[in-house]
Each structure stands twice: as C-alpha cells, then as structure tokens.
C-alpha cells in the first residue's frame, strides 16, 4: 500500500458526459501528479500540482482540467468524453518539488461508451 | 528532448533464470534514471533508481540497474527469477536540470512472465 488513495477504481460512463476522479495523497506529500496509462499510449504525464499550485503540465488535453485543494488532495476533471478517453488513471504523489520517488496510487479505471 | 525505449515488449524466463530487461535512452542534459514495477490490478512502484554517483543501482526485491553513459543504457537485472517476479516493468527517464517540474517520461513497458 503506497498511501495514495484514488477514487472511484472503476468508472463507467457515456460520451460527452463529465467525469471527477478523485486522489488523496500519502501524508506529508505536497506534491501531486496525473497520469493517464492506455495500450497504444502507455503511461503518459498529465500535470503536476505542488501545495495547490500548478507546477507542470504533460500531454493534457484541453478538455482535462485540475486543481489541487488546501488539504492537499486533488482532483482531475475529465469533460466531453470520447471513447478515446477511455484509460486507467494514475495519481501519485512525493514529498517536494524535485519528486523523483513517487508513490503511485491503485489507479480509476475509465470506461467511456 | 528526452526518449526511453525498451527493447521487447515480453520476456519470458524459467524460474530462476537470469532476467534481463533492457532500457536505453536519449536525453540532452544528464538523466536521471528510473525502473518501476507494475503487478496487475495496481500502481506503479519504483525498484530502483541512478541520480549521481555510483552507476550500479541496487533495487528491492534483488533487481539492480547499472547506468552505462557510453551504451545511454540503464538495463534491469536479477540474478534468479521468481514467480513473484511477474509483472510489468517501466523505464523512464527525466532531466537533471528540471527544477522541480516534472518530466519524467515513461518506456512503454516490458511484461515479464516467469515460466515455472
């Protein structure tokens, strides 16, 4: 158990609809990042928010939005679904700004039908 | 500009045998490099990882990486597979020079199925 909570892990729904994933970093852990993992892309890094401020962005598309909160965990919003969107989404958090030892969470398994 | 790749998408060996799962990589700026683990139905964990210093990498579970700057390689290995051993395994690479922000960038992946 890394400490990251994800939530929901499954999530089915329809095109067009909207979506809220929501991530709960390990205790202590100011820093959050995003990523999607599907087969043709592999595990791609969406954006990173430190103590609520956006630090990086990845391969995020326009439809994506998130935000971090004062109590640290965040969420990721997924709008205009299309079946392409369709992916396991990760959440992982670290301790400060130069990360690199991050702790993934389970992951939300998106459907989009 | 940075790229990871791993070469073969599944290995296969018998319990234990040698695993050897190759990664190279292309960075512009000195890498540091990283391997994760990833078991079905979770996230991902890191093994291992080279920053500075000491090139070989010693990881959980008995893998141990070692960083070749001449061959831009960074290969897992272990010296005897178990079963327990079967999952996926990630590469990935990032800049020294980042500041902060991240980017990481990920191989796509190496299955490994340990043969009994």
């Known amino acids: 158990d890394s400490g990251v909570t994800q939530t929901p892990k499954h999530l089915i729904t329809a095109t067009g609809q909207r979506v809220t994933l929501r991530c709960s970093p390990r205790?202590?852990?100011?820093?959050v990042y995003w990523y999607q993992q599907s087969l043709d892309q592999g595990l791609q890094f969406l954006i990173q928010?430190?103590?609520?401020?956006?630090?990086a962005k990845g391969n995020i598309l326009e439809r994506f939005s998130a935000q971090q909160f004062p109590d640290l965990h965040s969420e990721l919003n997924l709008s205009s679904l299309e079946l392409g969107d369709s992916a396991l989404y990760f959440c992982?958090?670290?301790?400060?700004?130069?990360?690199?030892?991050?702790?993934f969470g389970p992951g939300t398994r998106l459907t989009v039908t | 500009a940075q790229s990871v790749t791993q070469l073969g998408s599944h290995v296969s060996v018998s319990e234990g045998a040698l695993v050897l799962l190759r990664c190279n990589y292309s960075?512009?700026?000195?890498?540091?490099l990283f391997w994760y683990v990833q078991y079905p139905n979770q996230g991902l964990q890191l093994l291992l990882k080279?920053?500075?210093?000491?090139?070989l990498v010693k990881g959980i579970n008995g893998f141990e990486a070692e960083f070749k700057k001449s061959e831009t390689s960074f290969h897992l290995t272990k010296p005897s597979a178990h079963m327990s051993d079967a999952a996926e395994y990630f590469c990935?690479?990032?800049?020294?020079?980042?500041?902060?922000?991240?980017?990481?960038?990920f191989g796509i992946g190496t299955k490994l199925q340990v043969i009994p």
């Open positions: 992982a958090s670290s301790v400060d700004l130069d990360p690199y030892e991050q702790y």
């Open positions: 205790s202590g852990d100011l820093s």
């Open positions: 928010y430190y103590n609520g401020e956006e630090r």
């Open positions: 960075s512009s700026v000195p890498p540091y």
């Open positions: 080279y920053t500075t210093g000491a090139t």
């Open positions: 990935a690479v990032a800049p020294s020079d980042s500041g902060g922000y991240q980017k990481v960038t």
